[in-house]
């Protein structure tokens, strides 16, 4: 089992960034993949970003290529998403996610992640 604890979303104007982070306990951390979904209202929960358990490998959503990046620190057994030039569009709830099942390749599913973060809320203004 991994626990998950996130930080760092907030209201922020369009063009503007954040940095969510993702600390992360119970299994050793380059063991698993790991990805950033959102949900906004009425939506499904997408995939954003994901990391392969050692960091080797990465995948993005079309719509946040070039503006986000996903990385994780093996110090501190924690994952970011760093999101650059925000637009309204990407306002939604942020969940962080491990899927222990998979030690190499990153799942795209939702159902294909075992663990969860309690979500941090990001909302854009134009």
């Known amino acids: 089992q991994v626990q998950l604890v996130e930080s760092g979303g907030g209201l922020v104007q369009a063009g503007d960034s954040l940095r969510l982070s993702c600390a992360a306990s119970?299994?050793?951390?380059?063991?698993?993949?790991m990805g950033w979904f959102r949900q906004a209202p009425g939506k499904e929960r997408e995939l954003v970003a994901g990391?392969?358990?050692?960091?080797?490998?990465?995948r993005y959503a079309d719509s946040v290529k070039g503006r986000f990046t996903i990385s994780r620190d093996y110090v501190e057994n924690t994952l970011y998403l760093q999101m650059n030039d925000l637009k309204p569009a990407d306002t939604a709830v942020y969940y962080c996610?491990?899927?222990?099942?998979?030690?190499?390749?990153?799942?795209?599913?939702?159902?294909?992640?075992?663990?969860w973060g309690q979500g941090t809320q990001v909302t854009v203004s134009s």
């Open positions: 996610a491990a899927s222990p099942n998979y030690t190499t390749g990153i799942p795209e599913r939702a159902y294909q992640y075992n663990n």
């Open positions: 119970g299994r050793t951390f380059s063991t698993y993949a």
């Open positions: 990391i392969t358990g050692k960091g080797g490998s990465t």
